[in-house]
């Protein structure tokens, strides 16, 4: 299912096969040991552009990207506050 999901772009956010290849190894490997991780960062990533472009509130994110407490956990909350004057202070 994941695949059929990334063979064609649901939102215009969505991350392109050329940006996801050179964004990949620049994210954390998951653990050696413990438990699996069981989200896909890709739609992470696609979850985060979407809040980014749309400024949708938190609970409207669209479901195919998973729950939106996962999203907002691993974003860690900072699209929310985020703010083009802040990241140049």
Known sequence: MA????????YPTDL??????RIQPLLPKPPKRGRKPT?????IL???RYMARSGGGWRMLPT???PWQT?????????ATYSPRSAFA
């Not at 695949?3 to 649901?10: G, L, N, V, W």
């Not at 392109?16 to 290849?21: G, I």
């Not at 989200?39 to 739609?43: G, N, Y």
């Open 39 to 43: 989200v896909d960062l890709r739609e």
């Open 16 to 21: 392109t096969d050329e940006e996801w290849e």
């Open 71 to 79: 999203v907002y956990c691993i974003s860690g909350g900072h699209i």
């Open 64 to 66: 195919n990207f998973g």
């Open 3 to 10: 695949e059929i999901a990334r063979k064609t772009k649901r």
């Open 46 to 48: 696609n979850a985060i």
